[in-house]
């Protein structure tokens, strides 16, 4: 059998219950609810890191733009729409960046929020934070595009352990002493705070790229997603089929997290 869905519904496949506790007890007794074997594809709160450099302004609209089509991309529910930048707090781009951000999700015309709950989990996210701003017109039947700036990067932190699945995006800023520092702790950053190993989004421009070429190759090799894109969304690495989509491998059916196994 092979699912796709959120980790709640692999749990009331496999254990016929999403009580984590009562999932804990079954699993050390063997008791399945299903008896055949599982791989799935689940949630993650995909993480899209953006490396400090020297950008041009139409490098900043360009890739602020990109941010913006891998949100509202199916009215952002899909399991690969980015839910969080991670940005360079000293990067001197960044407010320039995120006003550009805005600007783009201003223009960006409202999707139908057809996917149940949605409306339910976006008032969580606005109830968590007295910052979130509401970008862009208000329309029936939508949830607004909304940003949620500078999010703490403590354990836990509710932007960074749930899946929105609507239309918000979260920022969360690193110190960094140069690129390799950020790119560094932005590895480690994703790997132990944000939840989901599903895939990542890598944005970098191209005297960095250049210039820090080993730095992005330790990135790329230490983030625990099944699928990095590299100034791309990583839904390409989907809609490829030549290329394997699936969760960073070692999950299991007690903590499937993002998924087991792979497909294409």
Known sequence: VHITGSHHTHNAIVWGTTDEQKIHEKFKE?????????????????????????WS??????????????????????????????????????????????????????????????FERHQKFLDHYAQAEILGE?????????????????????????????????????????PTDFMQKSAKFCNEKIWGTLSCFVIIDEKTKKTYKSSLEELVHELKYGAVGVNCWASLAYA???????????HTLEDPVSGIGFVH
């Open 138 to 178: 208000k329309k029936e039947g939508c949830v607004p595009w909304t940003l949620i700036e500078n999010v703490s990067l403590k354990d836990g932190e509710y932007a960074l352990t749930n899946e929105a699945f609507c239309g918000v995006l979260a920022t969360v800023e690193i110190e960094s002493e140069n």
């Open 57 to 118: 302004m139409s490098d900043l609209k360009y890739q602020a733009k990109q941010i913006v089509s891998a949100v509202e991309n199916n009215a952002s529910f899909n399991c690969n729409a980015v839910k969080v930048l991670v940005l360079d707090k000293n990067w001197s781009h960044k407010k320039t960046f995120l006003n550009c951000l805005k600007e783009e999700f201003k223009i960006t015309p409202q999707r139908v929020a057809y996917y149940p709950g949605a």
């Open 30 to 54: 063997n008791k399945f609810k299903l008896h055949k074997p599982i791989t799935s594809e689940l949630g993650c709160v995909t993480p899209a890191i953006i490396v400090p450099g020297p």
């Open 240 to 250: 490829l089929y030549s290329t394997t989509w699936g969760a960073y491998p070692g």
